[in-house]
């Protein structure tokens, strides 16, 4: 079993780029989520879904996009990326409770 | 709003110690707990779980009672490796009748086991 896969692993942006966070799942979980975790803070959510084509603010949403059109995929879009989203992304997926996340994208905005 | 709240770190103790992490929370209802284990480089893995009060989650030797009366999940160890030094994160979810509330992460508690 995959499970949930990320790419890319680690990324380098120039300020103002834009790039899109690949996120896949393979357990046929409705439930999946962006988050974001900044050294000493924890995990903070970003975004999250509970099935195709339905889509919610977490609690950092801004400078942050997503779309799910399918149940597998869930990408993260940065349009104009900045110092302040240099961080490491791990997205999830959930059924009932039971989260399995991904290995992290370790993302530095310069 | 919920919340968790762990002890903060680091931790760092000697081969063989006992390992207790605090973990409290708040919440407006009766929610399922958690603790998460991130070892270096790596996402985060389930370590244990309870469902309801006086529930006691256990895996690989790691313990944690959901304490309703004293909201508290703490996690403890009797005797730890230097394999069980990561970041050990508590973290709740609410249930929503038939549906679930997101994950709500403390801030993590890093543990460093010396030889």
């Known amino acids: 079993n995959a499970g949930v896969t990320q790419t890319p692993k680690f990324r380098i942006l120039k300020i103002g780029q834009s790039m899109t966070l690949q996120c896949t799942q393979d357990?046929?979980?409705?439930?999946m989520y962006w988050y974001r975790q900044d050294p000493g803070m924890g995990l903070k959510l970003i975004y999250y879904?509970?099935?195709?084509?339905?889509?919610d603010k977490g609690e950092v949403p801004n400078g942050y996009n997503v779309s799910r059109s399918t149940t597998e995929d869930f990408p993260l879009r940065l349009e104009l990326a900045a110092p302040s989203q240099t961080s490491v992304y791990f997205c999830?997926?959930?059924?009932?409770?039971?989260?399995?996340f991904g290995s992290g994208t370790r993302l530095t905005v310069v | 709003g919920d919340s968790v709240t762990q002890m903060e770190g680091p931790v760092t103790l000697s081969e063989e110690a006992f390992l207790t992490i605090n973990c409290t929370y708040t919440?407006?209802?009766?929610?399922?707990l958690f603790w998460y284990v991130q070892y270096p480089g790596e996402g985060l893995q389930l370590l244990l779980k309870?469902?309801?009060?006086?529930d006691k989650g256990s895996n690989k030797g790691f313990e944690a009672t959901y304490r309703k009366e004293t909201t508290s999940f703490h996690l403890e160890k009797g005797s730890v490796q230097v394999s069980d030094s990561a970041v050990y994160f508590c973290?709740?979810?609410?249930?929503?009748?038939?549906?679930?509330?997101?994950?709500?992460f403390g801030k993590g508690t890093k543990l460093s086991v010396k030889p």
């Open positions: 999830a997926s959930s059924i009932w409770g039971g989260y399995t």
């Open positions: 879904s509970v099935g195709a084509g339905i889509t």
């Open positions: 309870a469902t309801k009060a006086d």
């Open positions: 357990m046929n979980h409705n439930y």
């Open positions: 919440a407006t209802g009766y929610p399922s």
């Open positions: 973290a709740l979810i609410m249930n929503y009748g038939g549906s679930q509330g997101n994950l709500i």
